[in-house]
Every structure is written in structure tokens, then in C-alpha cells.
């Protein structure tokens, strides 16, 4: 009867979790190495508590990579159908809200107990507060480094995350690891975050909450169309559309560029159907102080900033003020700017962009300098929307990674 082939997982995740046990179901014998004291910490913390596992909507387009097709295969590899199933298999029920699923009792705990009871009756072996220094290969054995101490493997998968929630043991060790085995690295950047912005005025919008429509634009060139509930604060904007395209803004950043947000809060009007409405406002309410005359039309405090960079003033009649300074009020209630300088980091955001480069790893995650060492998770050079994405990633990886390492 042959050896069992050993197989290291370098942290205890989600995608870490999800490469043990498909690894184990192969025959391998495996071994955690987890920095924290227990598995799974930043599972608990998403979707709010309620773990937004996985969703029914799925393309490429979901995703950001210098390798989508990659990516994307990884991702068919092992899809949402066979994600679903296999946590029913673990014995937890799910339900879904368009599209979106969740653990059937919307606690993120329960999905973690799952892939937890599964590790223990597997009989993988799962070695806590054990941080990695260094990989290398010595002949067929590929060494882990912990401190003083060292473990041979056959088959070694990184799955330490990438910097978003540095609490939670995501800090950017595993591209350190990746950097030293000689892989090419894409620089990281906060993903899935809150913008800043450079207007003192933030500050006086500061607790809105409504729907818009957001487009980023970068030198003129709009790049990146987003819709939902919006929320201004103090430094700038949050909100999912936000965080949605926060991932190309920080990009944008770090090459300098000029950003700019375009909110429009109207976007169910067209530009001209607005001017129309405009118009018919003029002819029916000039007789009224503009203050009034704004009522109704958005939250009140935004009319308040409108008026102010309009020129007007809240108690003057409308017929008595310039036209040109009512139109451009209407004009910022689609077309309102706030020019972003930066996000919030990594303790706020809720995933990193970067990391390893696809382009350097084989279609099965293994890398093509380094054979026997794979990488799945969020060190990988992919992130997702929000909505499931990054955990089906998680999940996708972590299935392609322990199957090939168990081989």
C-alpha cells in the first residue's frame, strides 16, 4: 500500500478549510498551520453575520484579475450548484434572496461549525497560533518554517489571505512567502471599501441614505457605472454601488490619477425629462422662496448644499434670483461632483485587490517556479463584488488546489 502524500495548508480559512478537506477526501494526509487560535475567524464576519456564502449570478465580469480566464475556469471548476450541494452534504440547510444564499438560519457561525466538524472527522490535523516564515523546497520535501520549528510536506497550499481585516491574521503574510519563493506579485490594494473624498462640505451631508446612481470618472473618461443605496458620510462616500467599483478607484489612486464621483440622485430621470420638470416647477412655484421651492424634491439637506453651490439664498424669491442659478440647482441633482482622494484601509475594507499573479500559476493554482506549492484564497490576484463572490473564490480555489495537491 502506498504512502499517504502530505499536504500543508498554510492557513485555516475559508479557502484554507475548503483545500483540507477535499485533499483529505483524497486520500492525503493533511495538516493546518493556522496563525490564529481557532479556524475560520473572518468567516464570521461576513455578510454582516448572516455569511453570504455564494450567489446564483455568475460571470467572469464578477471579477477582477490580470487573468480573468484563469480565473473563471478555476471558478467552473467548482461552481455555485456544487458549492450549495456540498454544504447541504455537511448538513446545513441554505436559502436563497435573490440570488444571494445564505446558511438557512442566517448565522455565519453555523456554516464555520460545518467545515469545522468536517476537519475533525476527517481526521485533519489543525496546529493554531503557528506562523509561517519561509517555504522551501529541500529535494522532494517542500519545508514550512515556523519559528524554530520546521515541517516536511509533499505538497504545500497557501491560503493565508491577502490585507483586508489584518485582525482577523490577513496581513500580507502570504505574499510575503509568495515574494520570496521568487513569484511575480500584483501590488495590493483595499477592495470593497469606503471612498474618501476631498469636499469640506461631506461633513454637512454626512448620514444620507438613498438610492443613486454613481459613475467614477478618471481624466474625463468615465470607467465605471454603479446603483444602489448610496450613503454620504463625514470623509466622503460607503454604500455597496461604492464598494462595488471602490477596487478600479483605488487602482485609479495609485497611479495618481484625477478621480471624481458623478451621484446622481435621480436616476429614474432622464436629463430631459428633468428639465422638463424644471420648467413646470418655474411656471408654478416662481412666487416662492427657494427654500420652499425645493421642498420635496430630495432629502432636505442636500437641497440645503445644492442652494449654497447654486449661489442661492434659501429666503430670496425665485422669480427674483438668475435663472442660470435654478438651473444649475436642478443640474447637481443629477450631475452632483466629489472628487475622491483616497479609501479607507485595509482594517475597513472588506477584501484586497493584487497578489499573487495568475499569470504565474498553472490552471490548477500550482506554481510553475515553484512545483508542489500552490496558492488559493485571497493571496491569489482575485477578488470579487459584493454578494458572495469572494467566499465562492474561497470555495472554487481552495476545491482546485486540495484536489491537485492530494494527486
Not at 66 to 85: G, H
Not at 390 to 397: G, I
Amino acid at each position: 500500500m502506498s504512502e499517504k502524500r502530505k499536504v500543508g495548508i498554510i492557513g485555516g480559512g475559508a479557502a484554507g478549510m475548503m483545500a483540507a478537506i477535499t485533499a483529505a477526501r483524497q486520500g492525503a494526509e493533511v495538516t493546518i498551520l493556522e496563525r490564529n487560535d481557532r479556524l475560520g475567524k473572518k468567516i464570521l464576519a461576513t455578510g454582516n453575520g448572516k455569511c453570504n456564502f455564494t450567489n446564483r449570478v455568475m460571470d467572469k465580469y464578477c471579477y477582477d484579475s490580470e487573468d480573468l480566464e484563469k480565473a473563471w475556469s478555476v471558478l467552473q471548476a467548482f461552481s455555485v450548484t456544487e458549492t450549495v450541494s456540498f454544504f447541504e452534504s455537511l448538513g446545513m440547510l441554505s436559502k436563497e434572496k435573490n440570488g444571494y444564499f445564505y446558511p438557512a438560519c442566517e448565522q455565519a457561525s453555523v456554516l464555520l461549525d460545518a467545515l469545522r466538524f468536517t476537519i475533525d472527522d476527517l481526521g485533519i490535523r489543525v496546529l493554531y497560533e503557528r506562523k509561517v516564515s519561509g517555504i522551501k523546497r529541500d529535494g522532494k520535501i517542500i519545508k514550512v518554517l515556523c519559528g524554530e520549528e520546521a515541517f516536511g510536506f509533499d505538497k504545500v497550499i497557501v491560503t493565508c489571505g491577502g490585507k483586508a481585516a489584518p485582525k482577523t491574521g490577513s496581513d500580507g503574510s502570504g505574499i510575503k512567502l509568495a515574494r520570496q519563493l521568487g513569484q511575480a506579485v500584483i501590488p495590493s490594494y483595499p477592495a470593497l471599501v469606503q471612498l474618501r473624498c476631498e469636499e469640506d462640505y461631506c461633513k454637512a451631508i454626512a448620514g444620507i441614505r438613498c438610492d443613486a446612481e454613481i459613475t467614477l470618472i478618471s481624466g474625463g473618461v468615465p470607467l465605471v457605472v454603479e446603483r444602489g443605496e448610496l450613503q454620504l458620510t463625514d470623509y466622503g462616500i460607503s454604500g455597496i454601488p461604492i464598494f462595488q467599483l471602490s477596487g478600479i478607484a483605488c487602482r485609479e489612486l495609485a497611479k495618481d490619477s484625477s478621480l471624481r464621483a458623478e451621484i446622481d440622485f435621480l436616476p429614474d430621470w432622464s436629463d430631459k425629462d428633468w428639465r422638463r420638470f424644471g420648467e413646470k416647477r418655474l411656471k408654478h412655484m416662481s412666487q416662492r422662496r427657494v427654500e420652499e421651492f425645493c421642498n420635496g424634491i430630495l432629502n432636505k439637506k442636500l437641497m440645503q448644499l445644492f442652494i449654497k453651490l447654486s449661489g442661492l439664498k434659501g429666503d430670496k424669491i425665485v422669480s427674483q434670483v438668475s435663472r442660470e442659478k435654478v438651473e444649475t440647482l436642478f443640474y447637481l441633482c443629477k450631475h452632483f461632483v466629489l472628487h475622491v482622494n483616497g479609501s479607507n484601509g485595509y482594517e475597513q475594507a472588506q477584501v484586497s485587490g493584487g497578489g499573487v499573479d495568475l499569470r504565474e500559476l498553472s490552471e490548477n493554482l500550482e506554481s510553475l517556479k515553484v512545483p508542489g506549492v500552490y496558492f488559493a484564497g485571497e493571496v491569489v490576484d482575485v477578488y470579487g463584488r459584493c454578494g458572495g463572490y469572494n467566499l465562492q473564490w474561497a470555495w472554487s480555489s481552495g476545491y482546485v488546489t486540495g484536489l491537485h495537491a492530494a494527486k
